[in-house]
């Protein structure tokens, strides 16, 4: 495969997983901004986003929740707000368009076409809510339409980075907001994990086993170790792991941090939380750098690097 299609296609599962875990982010902490009279809106607005990696605002100026939309959700020249996300998952799959399935094309290339009417006229939950619909409609199209080659693999690794990363500055939001961010069955809820985790712990519920179901649980998708796995797997599938290199890769990289998650007991995790949500992103980072060096040297500047809580 060309190295300019597996960049592509690696961008496009970016960028589909980008949108949609913003979009859940956004929803979550804007509706406890609503909920709650008591917390700062400034400062909570300011610490969603040095979560989410965008430039921190003006010292002294009032930020508002239209600040937080108008950064991570409408700004189409930002890669990392979500309609900037949608453009650039449609612009990747154009340039691989002769690899992707034509129900893959057709769905990101109409996401992109309905998205100035989509930001206009609906209200911000309804916003969320069609563009975690459109994403979960391109993942299933992925899944199910497109044979397990390359092709695959490359979008899929793609994804698993970027939900790893996401999920961790999903977790990461709770850690920085503490008792005045939202509650862990809250974040359960906006990742589609609530049932889940229910029937996991026949019932039980609590902090620590809602924070180890996110974080460790290896059979739900969305958990950053069933992610981190599933990047590896990819990797591995690409014939990475079994050469000797001095520069390390990125299956190395990944397999390192879940490790570092699995055998560490769950009250240490929780003790230094945000530090470890920064090193699960910082090895994705990383690990996005060792992909590209690898297999597309191309010299394209990675806008998702180096961002730091």
Same mark, same amino acid.
């Given at each position: 495969?060309?190295?300019?299609?597996?960049?592509?296609?690696?961008?496009?599962?970016?960028?589909?997983?980008?949108?949609?875990? &913003?979009?859940?982010?956004?929803?979550?902490?804007?509706?406890?901004?609503?909920?709650?009279?008591?917390?700062?809106?400034?400062?909570?607005?300011?610490?969603?986003?040095?979560?989410?990696?965008? !430039? %921190?605002? %003006?010292?002294?100026?009032?930020?508002?929740?239209?600040?937080?939309?108008?950064?991570?959700?409408?700004?189409?020249?930002?890669?990392?707000?979500?309609?900037?996300?949608?453009?650039?998952?449609?612009?990747?799959?154009?340039?691989?368009?002769?690899?992707?399935? /034509?129900?893959?094309?057709?769905?990101?290339?109409? /996401?992109?076409?309905?998205?100035?009417?989509?930001?206009?006229?609906?209200?911000?939950?309804?916003?969320?809510?069609?563009?975690?619909?459109?994403?979960?409609?391109?993942?299933?199209?992925?899944?199910?339409?497109?044979?397990?080659?390359?092709?695959?693999?490359?979008?899929?690794?793609?994804?698993?980075?970027?939900?790893?990363?996401? &999920?961790?500055?999903?977790?990461?939001?709770?850690?920085?907001?503490?008792?005045?961010?939202?509650?862990?069955?809250?974040?359960?809820?906006?990742?589609?994990?609530?049932?889940?985790?229910?029937?996991?712990?026949?019932?039980?519920?609590?902090?620590?086993?809602?924070?180890?179901?996110?974080?460790?649980?290896?059979?739900?998708? *969305? +958990?950053?170790?069933?992610?981190?796995?599933?990047?590896?797997?990819?990797?591995?599938?690409?014939?990475?792991?079994?050469? *000797?290199? +001095?520069?390390? +890769?990125?299956?190395?990289?990944?397999?390192?941090?879940?490790?570092?998650?699995?055998?560490? !007991?769950?009250?240490?995790?929780?003790?230094?939380?945000?530090?470890?949500?920064?090193?699960?992103?910082?090895?994705?980072?990383?690990?996005?750098?060792?992909?590209?060096?690898?297999?597309? %040297? /191309?010299?394209?500047?990675?806008?998702?690097?180096?961002?730091?809580?």
């Amino acid at each position: 495969m060309l190295s300019r299609i597996a960049e592509s296609l690696f961008w496009v599962g970016r960028y589909i997983e980008r949108a949609d875990d &913003t979009a859940r982010i956004l929803e979550v902490h804007l509706q406890l901004l609503l909920e709650d009279p008591w917390i700062s809106e400034d400062l909570a607005c300011r610490s969603l986003l040095a979560v989410m990696g965008a !430039p %921190p605002p %003006p010292v002294g100026s009032a930020v508002t929740p239209q600040d937080v939309l108008s950064t991570l959700a409408y700004d189409r020249l930002n890669p990392g707000s979500i309609a900037g996300a949608l453009d650039a998952a449609r612009e990747n799959a154009r340039r691989a368009r002769e690899t992707i399935s /034509t129900e893959l094309w057709e769905c990101l290339n109409k /996401t992109r076409n309905e998205l100035p009417t989509a930001i206009t006229s609906r209200t911000s939950p309804d916003f969320f809510s069609w563009v975690q619909e459109k994403s979960a409609m391109a993942t299933g199209i992925t899944d199910s339409a497109t044979a397990r080659d390359q092709v695959w693999t490359f979008l899929v690794l793609g994804r698993s980075i970027e939900r790893a990363d996401m &999920t961790a500055r999903l977790v990461a939001t709770r850690a920085v907001a503490g008792s005045s961010g939202p509650s862990w069955t809250t974040l359960l809820r906006s990742c589609g994990a609530h049932e889940a985790f229910l029937r996991a712990y026949r019932g039980s519920a609590s902090d620590a086993l809602a924070a180890e179901f996110l974080l460790l649980d290896p059979l739900f998708p *969305r +958990s950053v170790v069933f992610a981190l796995k599933q990047a590896e797997d990819c990797l591995v599938q690409l014939g990475e792991g079994n050469e *000797r290199s +001095s520069n390390e +890769s990125a299956v190395r990289i990944l397999g390192r941090v879940r490790s570092g998650l699995e055998f560490r !007991p769950v009250g240490q995790l929780l003790a230094h939380l945000p530090d470890e949500m920064e090193d699960v992103q910082r090895a994705c980072s990383s690990a996005s750098d060792a992909v590209r060096l690898r297999y597309f %040297p /191309t010299g394209a500047h990675d806008d998702w690097v180096g961002e730091r809580l």
